[in-house]
């Protein structure tokens, strides 16, 4: 079955950065689209990034471009979110998502910023 398990938030200050990943199992990896988004307390979960299933190309939200990279390990079956001039407004739940004939999610990892 599919499986997508977040790691690598926490607590970080105002300018910090910080790495997610999002482990993928159960389908083939390299064959399909992976995104992030995230959900801050009292607002609708929104698309952060997208990569294609190779890597090659990859879309941001306009609140993110310049800051956030995602990237992908298809050897690892991993994709990464890596965030760097982290905000205050970036504290949120962000969650790894990928579409293989249906949606799936992981349980999402917590970003606080905060000082």
């Known amino acids: 079955q599919v499986q997508l398990v977040e790691s690598g938030g926490g607590l970080v200050q105002p300018g910090g950065s910080l790495r997610l990943s999002c482990a993928a199992s159960g389908f083939t990896f390299s064959s399909s689209a992976m995104s992030w988004y995230r959900q801050a307390p009292g607002k609708e979960r929104e698309l952060v990034a997208v990569?294609?299933?190779?890597?090659?190309?990859?879309n941001y939200a306009d609140s993110v471009k310049g800051r956030f990279t995602i990237s992908r390990d298809n050897g690892k079956n991993t994709v990464y979110l890596h965030m760097n001039n982290l905000k205050p407004e970036d504290t949120a739940v962000y969650y790894c998502?990928?579409?293989?004939?249906?949606?799936?999610w992981g349980q999402g990892t917590q970003v606080t910023v905060s000082s």
């Open positions: 990569i294609s299933s190779t890597g090659g190309s990859a």
């Open positions: 998502y990928t579409y293989v004939l249906r949606d799936y």
